[in-house]
């Protein structure tokens, strides 16, 4: 077994990993509600909200997988990718870190209905991309839950921070068509 695989390295790694996979999850989510808000002033045009919200899923998937392969190759605990892909099979930590494999098969499951989006139709698409809604909370207890660094005032700050984006960007959404279908009636 070399040091790599059990030494300390991977456990930073797999934490900052799992930090930036909830920050980029968060602004993605945020960008997504301001979209479907039809958010968009003149520096910000809905291109850039739509484009933004795509790419930085994307690239919430991209450390996620980073997340998820430095967690399977640290041979601390034995988690293996059955545990990060099925949600609540790991003994380790089984509902927190059930938690993130749930989260993680939704992101998936957004990003692959996304892609395929013009086979799936826009009413089939836009029903599961209401999973959205899910994902976040539960990514957000997995992270509170599992992570060495939960009690610390910066990790407590941060998820304060991604909660104050996500429902600042709900608000303005409920803000911006509750009067018009009120109008619409
Ligand atoms: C959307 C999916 C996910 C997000 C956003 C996420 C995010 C996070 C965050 C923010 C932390 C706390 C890090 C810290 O305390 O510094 C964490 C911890 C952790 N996550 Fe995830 N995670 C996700 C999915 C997964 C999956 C599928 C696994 C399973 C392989 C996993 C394994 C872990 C482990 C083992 C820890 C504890 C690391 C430690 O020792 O502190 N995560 N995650």
Known sequence: MSSFSHGPFLWYATRAAG????VLLTA?????????GRFRTRRWPRF?????HRNLSLLALAFLALHIGTTVIDTYVSIGLPDALIPFLSPYKRFWLGLGALASDL??????????RLHLGHRAWRLIHWAGYLCWPVAVMHGLGTGTDHGRAWMVGLTL?????VAGAAAYRAARLL???RLAR
């Open 19 to 22: 930090l930036v996979t909830l």
């Open 28 to 36: 993605s989510m945020a960008l997504g509600i301001l979209n479907a």
């Open 107 to 116: 992101m998936i499951v957004l990003a692959v209905t996304s892609v395929t």
């Open 161 to 165: 921070g991604c909660v104050a984006a």
């Open 48 to 52: 850039l909200v739509q484009g933004l």
């Open 179 to 181: 009067p018009a279908r």
